[in-house]
């Protein structure tokens, strides 16, 4: 860590100054950053929060100098959003509390990437052509950030511009990645218009102009979006059961023949109010529902979904056992009791009122550390290592998107049919398997969810506007059952038309709207970042030839 906390020493006191005042204009690009996320209304904030980071950037000529000053522009922007990660505010696990404790640490040192392939550039290019590569720089780390085994890309620049409803329509094309670009771009060019003042005035306008362009078509283009939206004719009524149930609790065991009747109870109340499907939140039940050992569980549901006629998706854990290795996913796991191999999933079943089959979907996108650990796979030893008290830390990764199809009778008494998949809770910060999923047919996206872990902080709230991005990069309705949280639905554009409060016992009950047509984001979830990071890949590797004919000058000189 003394590479980001360096002490300066044998500074005269101008030096000493000039230090303190790039440190100032670091902490207030963080600050600036971090007040454009929710739960701050301030997304307007993210097309001028780097300028004090390019001030200070252009200043630094060593990598150390450049990466220390992102790593603490990025510490500060890390401290104010996802604090909440270590559970704080609840404060029941040791181990959650030691991991988001470290991950506040760890987090801004990914955002070197992209200044670290700046300073690469700098080697080969000058500081101002460097400067026009950065947002792809930027945009690389975060693309990484989404594809590795350590992944937690939470703070993308473009989920801060959820609650800009009119500017994020545009999402529809380029995505969230397209959409961060934007902000970088905005910020480039004011920069660029800034250092021209009182200097050049033709490139001090055309900087500024070129800012403000980027800011007014994407708004011309929201604007004609949602004064012609459309939903559509094809819709069914959901309701969606937030139980608000603390989740040590739940996962300490209790009484299931309570907490069983309990969802009946708000279920029947749901479907009193028009409901023809059901959803109940993530790992609605803290137990293997389907190994056999819960038979009277699952008949009761199986009545009261016939009885009722509809249909019920549900967060669910799940296990499957294999008699050989070789049976099961490439992470299966021994049991100690037996000779079985067995794979647990946090999963997503679904039952229909006129079926015994139940489908499931595991989950495929983990939360490092909370659910898997990361590069437990490779190195085996870890997952004894580090577990969470709850047991939640060693679920198996999910092997396929699976998508639902539910048959029913539509309002003008006609057979009509559905399709929707299951994301469970973090998945849906995951753009291109959003997108997957509706390539494969899927009418609209629900979000199975529980929230609670975090206490009444910006987490929750996060992550419900997440789900807007979603929505509008697909052109999908999005439905999240929380059990504690926000339960809501969002229309196609992104407009929340009913939710929860926060962490209260609740049904929302409304209409949703499926859509089967492709944006060209569906079709492309990852345009942007694939060609962000050639351009990285193409910098690194001008960066390696100079290093190596410098090598070569010097060995032949």
Not at 496 to 508: D, G, L, N, P, Q
Request: include cysteine; hydrophobic fraction near 45%; charged fraction near 20%.
């Amino acid at each position: 860590m003394k590479l980001f906390f360096k002490r300066e020493t044998g500074l005269d006191p101008l030096q000493k100054k000039e230090i303190k005042k790039d440190r100032l204009y670091l902490i207030i690009s963080g600050i600036l950053l971090g007040l454009s996320f929710p739960p701050f209304p301030f997304p307007y904030l993210l097309f001028g929060a780097l300028i004090p980071y390019f001030i200070v950037l252009e200043k630094k000529k060593t990598l150390a100098e450049i990466n220390r000053a992102t790593y603490l522009m990025a510490f500060v922007f890390s401290l104010l959003t996802i604090y909440w990660v270590g559970g704080f505010v609840v404060g029941k696990d040791p181990f959650l509390l030691i991991s988001g404790f470290l991950l506040l640490f760890a987090n801004p040192i990914i955002f070197l990437i992209g200044s670290t392939l700046f300073y690469f550039s700098t080697r080969v290019f000058s500081t101002k052509i460097s400067f026009i590569f950065f947002p792809f720089f930027w945009v690389t780390y975060e693309y990484a950030y989404m594809i590795t085994d350590w992944s937690f890309p939470w703070i993308t620049l473009g989920n801060g511009l959820a609650k800009f409803t009119s500017f994020i329509q545009i999402a529809d094309h380029i995505g969230v990645i397209g959409l961060s670009l934007l902000v970088l771009f905005i910020n480039l060019f004011f920069y660029f218009s800034l250092t021209y003042f009182g200097k050049d005035k033709i490139k001090f306008l055309t900087n500024g102009i070129a800012a403000l362009a980027l800011i007014l078509f994407p708004l011309l283009y929201g604007w004609i979006v949602l004064a012609s939206s459309d939903e559509g004719s094809k819709k069914i009524r959901v309701g969606l059961i937030q139980p608000d149930l603390d989740p040590y609790d739940k996962w300490s065991g209790g009484n299931t023949t309570t907490l069983t009747n309990e969802y009946f109870t708000m279920s029947k109340e749901a479907i009193d109010n028009g409901a023809q499907f059901l959803i109940w939140p993530e790992t609605a039940f803290p137990f293997y529902l389907m190994t056999g050992s819960y038979s009277e569980i699952v008949d009761s549901m199986r009545n009261f979904l016939f009885k009722n006629d509809v249909p019920l998706l549900t967060g669910m854990p799940h296990v499957e056992f294999f008699s050989k290795k070789e049976e099961g996913p490439f992470d299966v796991k021994k049991s100690k009791e037996s000779e079985l191999y067995f794979a647990t999933y946090n999963s997503v079943l679904f039952f229909t009122p006129n079926s015994f089959d139940v489908l499931q979907y595991g989950k495929m996108k983990l939360v490092p550390f909370g659910e898997r650990t990361p590069f437990v796979s490779q190195l085996p030893f870890l997952g004894d290592l580090i577990k969470w008290g709850v047991g939640l830390s060693g679920w198996n990764i999910g092997q396929d998107t699976t998508v639902f199809k539910y048959e029913f009778i539509n309002d003008n008494k006609q057979p009509d049919s559905i399709k929707m998949n299951g994301l469970i809770c973090y998945e849906s910060v995951y753009p291109d398997l959003v997108a997957a999923f509706c390539q494969k047919g899927s009418e609209f996206i629900t979000v199975v969810t529980n929230d609670s872990w975090y206490g009444n902080t910006s987490g929750p709230y996060q992550h419900k506007e997440i789900s807007v991005l979603r929505a509008v990069e697909n052109r999908r309705s999005v439905v999240r059952a929380a059990n504690g949280g926000i339960s809501c639905i969002i229309d196609k554009y992104g407009r929340t038309i009913k939710e929860s409060k926060m962490y209260e016992k609740a049904i929302v009950v409304g209409d949703v709207y499926a859509n089967n047509e492709l944006t060209f984001f569906s079709k492309n979830p990852n345009l942007f970042p694939v060609f962000s990071s050639a351009i990285s890949i193409w910098i690194l590797g001008l960066f390696l030839l100079f290093k190596l004919k410098n090598r070569e000058s010097k060995s032949n000189s």
